[in-house]
Antibody, heavy 123, light 106 residues
């Protein structure tokens, strides 16, 4: 069974930093791109970032580019999202999401989602 | 940025009825559209990708169609568990989602 478990969310002040982790199991982790998608309270879905299967390429939404860094450790089946210069509009549930296809690139279709971790940016 | 506009915002129907949800793109996205279902307190679930391909384990009562700028998600006969919020998503140029359609029990 595919499982994605996020951790690291919490309350942080504007301008602060936070590191999210996603622990994956139930599939051959090193062959799939992984993404982060977020959802502000009561709002819709917003793509955040992608890391390719070998970690060699990354991709970011314009809204987080230069502030967030995605990475992965295939030896530990874990993906990370380092978030800095956080703003109040970064407040959201952050989902770790598996790509539909095993690939060195990505399909950008999201077939398995974690339950999410809430990040609240507030003073 | 490609904007996806979903309609209607809310659809009220009864179990057993058919339903059609719409997603319109601000410019052509070829067939690179997916549909997701989200129930309260849960993560989204992939239903359809590449406009018309059902994801693994998705019942045949869900079907997707369209290309270019106009896409639909169709339910042949609604089951009680189908009442949820549905999002479309495009991956043709960056990644954007529609604002969602809430399918509620009448």
């Amino acid at each position: 069974e595919v499982q994605l478990v996020e951790s690291g969310g919490g309350l942080v002040q504007p301008g602060g930093s936070l590191r999210l982790s996603c622990s994956a199991s139930g599939f051959t982790f090193s062959t799939y791109p992984v993404h982060w998608v977020r959802q502000a309270p009561g709002k819709g879905l917003e793509f955040v970032s992608t890391v390719t299967s070998n970690g060699g390429s990354t991709y970011y939404a314009d809204s987080v580019k230069g502030r967030f860094t995605i990475s992965r450790d295939n030896s530990k089946n874990t993906v990370f999202l380092q978030m800095s210069s956080l703003r109040t509009d970064d407040t959201a549930v952050y989902y770790c999401v598996k790509d539909l296809l095993p690939s060195e690139t990505y399909s950008h279709y999201f077939d398995y989602w974690g339950q999410g971790t809430l990040v609240t940016v507030s003073s | 940025e490609i904007v996806l506009t979903q309609s209607p915002a809310t659809l009220s129907l009864s179990p057993g009825e058919g339903a059609t949800l719409s997603c319109r793109a601000s410019q052509s996205v070829s067939s690179y559209v997916a549909w997701y279902q989200q129930k309260p307190g849960q993560a989204p679930r992939l239903l359809i990708y590449d406009a018309s391909n059902r994801a693994t384990g998705i019942p045949a009562r869900f079907s997707g169609s369209g290309s270019g700028t106009d896409f639909t998600l169709t339910f042949s006969s609604l089951e009680p568990e189908d009442f949820a919020v549905y999002y479309c998503q495009q991956r043709f140029n960056k990644i954007t989602f529609g604002q969602g359609t809430r399918l509620e029990i009448k």
